[in-house]
């Protein structure tokens, strides 16, 4: 085969494999189009290049290698645009300062619970007992802080107590997670709730933040999980129950930090009536 025709043949391959990729990329309609129209045209290339040297197919499939590396990488930053649409389209950023970021390590205790390293610090403007939120609600808050990163102690880790508000009726409670001591069993990676006030949590009910002081560490109102079993009635003024946390720990990747907003203006005061 002539070098002009076989660089030819080459070009046409390459700008096929282009081709589909962005297609694919874009999830076009016309993607099975082109691959239709690819394989009849490639059935005959193939054929043509059966005869090339071996630099030729090598310097192709060279190609393809680094146009798929390409592909997966842009693929990659369209899954990190998504995921931070959702994180600030969600109910537990919204009307708030955030501060995005992704996880870069993470670290499972032996005594229990998780904690996550961020690729966010203190010259972004991260404080220690930040609260740090992802798209479906609270991941946990921020223990301490470096220059470029900041470790998080993720929710359910050992000896993290969480004061919340349980239900439309916002009975107040704590949610921890499982001791050793706990009287009855629960699933791997649940919570366990505890009601402060008299009160009988129902399955379905949604668990949230009670809030903190100057939203530290935890702002008020971010969903921490769903009530999935009430425990026994022993006679006690309060049941507890189970919570399963609304973040994965296991699937934890973009989150944000919320950036507290000191008040500025005094709360306006209100006159006894007489």
Known sequence: MQPTVRRRLLVVLASLTVALLVADLAHLAVADGVRRAGGLVLGPVQRAL????RDDLAALESENVRLR????EQQHHLDDLGRLDELFGSSATTGRTLLPARVVATDVSALGGR???IDVGSRDGVRVDSTVVAADGLVGRVVSVSPWTSDVQVLGSAASVVAVRVGPAGTL????????G??????????????????TPVVGDVVRTLGSVDETPYAAGIVVGTVTAVDP?????????????SVDPDAIDVVAVLVPTPRTTPRPTVGARR
């Open 115 to 117: 904690s996550v390293t």
């Open 182 to 199: 706990d009287s009855e069993s629960r699933p791997r990676g649940s919570l366990r709730l505890v009601g402060i006030a008299p009160s």
């Open 50 to 53: 059966a005869g090339a040297p």
């Open 233 to 245: 009635d022993r006679g006690q003024l309060t049941r507890g129950a189970t919570v399963r946390p």
């Open 69 to 72: 590396a390409t592909a997966a």
């Open 173 to 180: 409670g704590t949610v921890s997670p499982s001791a050793p």
